[in-house]
T-cell receptor, first 114, second 110 residues
């Protein structure tokens, strides 16, 4: 069984550029989460979706960040324009909604904004 | 969700049982205790969860006190691959969100 798939695994970009991170959840899972991890702030939830609908985006830091889930097997997190302080590891996770089921995390995307 | 308190770091000798404590004194009746770990540079990995009874799976055991205000994760025979940051999280049943604290950095000593 393939786990959560994220791409790219590493991204280096320059300040001001648009960055798009991609996530494919585990097949059959209907909840998807985007997290960001930094040394200063730890692991933070940015946004999550149930059945492709954004439920809680209170963790999205500002308007430069946006996330979409056009179908059950794909989600994107976009940063436009990127800034050096966006440098972090971004994780995607998926689960079956509504119970006590566990979240399964992807390997993460390490983003460096120069 | 209730707040949890964990020691920042612990060491354990390889082959011995690692006992990781967690305090969650404000836990409410419908909140579960979850444990995840994060091995360096990887995504967090689910270990175990429980409501009030002790739980055991192939990875670990979870002991929850009778008043539910604290719990202990037990790795029965620690190996070097168990070196990781361990997160204790309290989560309400049906609530999708996980709130990660700072966790305990467990180092297994050869």
């Amino acid at each position: 069984d393939a786990g959560v798939i994220q791409s790219p695994r590493h991204e280096v970009t320059e300040m001001g550029q648009e960055v798009t991170l991609r996530c494919k959840p585990i097949s059959g899972h209907n909840s998807l989460f985007w997290y960001r991890q930094t040394m200063m702030r730890g692991l933070e939830l940015l946004i999550y979706f149930n059945n492709n609908v954004p439920i809680d985006d209170s963790g999205m830091p500002e308007d430069r960040f946006s996330a979409k889930m056009p179908n059950a097997s794909f989600s994107t997190l976009k940063i436009q324009p990127s800034e050096p302080r966006d440098s972090a590891v971004y994780f995607c996770a998926s689960t079956l909604a509504g119970g006590v089921d566990t979240q399964y995390f992807g390997p993460g995307t390490r983003l460096t904004v120069l | 969700d209730a707040k949890t308190t964990q020691p920042p770091s612990m060491d354990c000798a390889e082959g011995r049982a690692a006992n990781l404590p967690c305090n969650h004194s404000t836990i409410s009746g419908n909140e579960y205790v979850y444990w995840y770990r994060q091995i360096h540079s990887q995504g967090p990995q689910y270990i175990i969860h429980g409501l009030k009874n002790n739980e055991t799976n192939e990875m670990a055991s979870l002991i929850i006190t009778e008043d539910r205000k604290s719990s202990t994760l037990i790795l029965p025979h620690a190996t070097l691959r168990d070196t990781a940051v361990y997160y204790c999280i309290v989560r309400e049943g049906g609530n999708e969100k996980l709130t990660f604290g700072t966790g305990t950095r467990l180092t297994i000593i050869p």
